[in-house]
């Protein structure tokens, strides 16, 4: 059971940040309470049931590769990473959608990557000395846009490149942050083929990432106290006094501490002068109650299309749309139906849109481009008891479920080391 001796770590926001900064403190001993704004936990990463369609969805299908280790071991320490799927080893299936050419891309599982010698396992059209410029964004010291630092077009950019920087930043890649995209290459690609499986959650996202840390916190005596939103932070010179929840104000004692894994444009309410992204992007899901073909692959990218990744899954079909830009506005019927056209053809599933739902997410991530990857904060505050957890945080990471548990470890142990802890 935690301890109380050593003061109360509040968690405010029960993201994945939080949910992470939560587990990794409780399995040191630390007493925790997590404080979460809306009904539900789970944040950006959640899932639920949809009256339209009769089916659980996720806000959003969430991919991980396997070499996301910070999220892999979350999922450890909460006894759910079986409850990921995919592929023994990395291949990414795609198809243009106006000629319906296919393509799988194969990775090698070693770090050698002898898969761009071969024709069979590279990208169609293209030649090993293409992928050299890899290695140059691995390398990038200044922030730049892709578009000043790589080729930005041909079979390999086309093809390959540009969908996975596209689901990986979420912003049209010429304007994405070449730092961000050359660490995904180091953590992934430069590593091989193992560390570059796709890993999906076929049962669902909060069946995943959310439910089991909620019971695995819970058993731990950890109260996640839900619709319970911070108002205020209530500072005091260097650090912060109480928590403002409205009708009630927590006081803090001394070897109390904070970690705001809240988005950024909350946390830039609550504190003043804070630096963080100001500029966001949108995702757009579109879910589909319908039963894919036998021998569907599970997860297929498509090029030259408005849907860029359809995932078949038992009973429905799920499509995402990376930095949806006027989708979100568009009228969602329309939406809908263009998907299912393309979905449809794809999959060679009959044209009538069967039930469906459009989930769109307006601030899905902050705008991945150098400008707004400069302005993300450390975790550490100028208030001593105060710390910062968040995709959006300076994690060298896009926003991502790693990125965002890789946070709230940092958060965590950085109130585990802080002095009086
Ligand atoms: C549609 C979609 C698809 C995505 N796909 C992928 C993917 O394929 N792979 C991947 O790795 N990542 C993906 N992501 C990104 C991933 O979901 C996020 O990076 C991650 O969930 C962010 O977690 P977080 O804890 O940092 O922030 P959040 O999830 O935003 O959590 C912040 C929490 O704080 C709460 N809160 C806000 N204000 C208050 C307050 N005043 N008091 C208390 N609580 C408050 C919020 O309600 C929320 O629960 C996707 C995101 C979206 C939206």
């Known amino acids: 059971m935690p301890s109380s001796d050593t003061g109360t770590v509040h968690i405010i926001g029960a993201g994945l940040a939080g949910l992470a900064a939560a587990v990794r403190l409780t399995v040191q001993g630390r007493r ?25 969805i996720d806000n959003g299908s969430h991919l991980l590769l396997s070499g996301n280790h910070a999220a892999r071991s979350y999922l450890r320490a909460i006894g759910a990473e079986h409850l990921l799927e995919g592929p023994p080893s990395a291949e990414f299936d795609f198809i243009d959608l106006p000629t319906l050419k296919r393509w799988t891309v194969r990775f090698n599982d070693g770090q050698i990557p002898w898969w761009i010698f071969d024709k069979s396992r590279r990208v169609p059209d293209t030649k090993a000395r293409d992928y050299l410029g890899l290695m140059r964004l691995m390398w990038t010291s200044n922030d730049r846009p892709l578009s000043e630092l790589m080729r930005c077009e041909g079979p390999l950019y086309d093809r390959l490149l540009e969908p996975l920087f596209l689901a990986a930043l979420n912003i049209e890649p010429l304007h994405g942050s070449g730092k961000l995209a050359g660490q995904i290459i180091r953590e992934t690609l430069a590593l091989g083929g193992q ?76 504190v003043p002068g804070l630096s963080a992204p ?45 930095d949806a830009g006027e ?32 989930v769109r997410e307006r601030r899905a991530t902050f705008a991945a481009t150098p400008a707004q990857n400069a302005l993300r904060p450390g975790p550490v505050t100028t208030l001593k008891n105060l710390f910062l957890a968040g995709d959006w945080t300076a994690t060298g990471l896009p926003a991502t479920i790693e990125g965002s548990v890789r946070s709230g470890d940092r958060a965590a142990d950085l109130v585990l080391a802080a002095k009086g802890s």
């Open 327 to 358: 989708l979100v506005d568009a009228p969602r019927t329309e939406v809908a139906q263009t998907i299912w056209n393309e979905v449809a053809r794809v999959l060679g599933l009959p044209e009538a849109l069967p039930p469906w739902q459009i």
């Open 32 to 56: 925790v309470v997590v404080h979460e704004a809306t009904g539900q936990p789970g944040g950006r990463c959640r899932s639920y049931y949809d009256h339209v369609t009769g089916m659980v």
């Open 195 to 270: 560390a570059c499986r796709p890993l999906i959650a076929p049962g669902g996202i909060g069946d995943a990432f959310v439910a089991p840390a909620l019971r695995a916190l819970r058993q731990q005596g950890v109260e996640v106290t839900l619709q319970h939103p911070l108002h205020a932070l209530n500072f005091d010179v260097d650090h912060i006094a109480g928590l403002d929840f409205g009708e009630e104000t927590v006081a803090l004692g001394g070897d109390d501490r904070v970690i705001l894994a809240v988005p950024a444009f909350i946390a830039t309410a609550m």
């Open 278 to 322: 100001t500029a966001f992007r949108s995702i757009v899901n579109a879910h589909f109650r319908v039963d894919p073909p036998g021998g569907a692959p599970r997860m297929i990218g498509v090029v030259n299309g408005t849907t860029e990744w359809i995932f078949a899954l038992p009973g429905r079909v799920a499509v995402t749309v990376s």
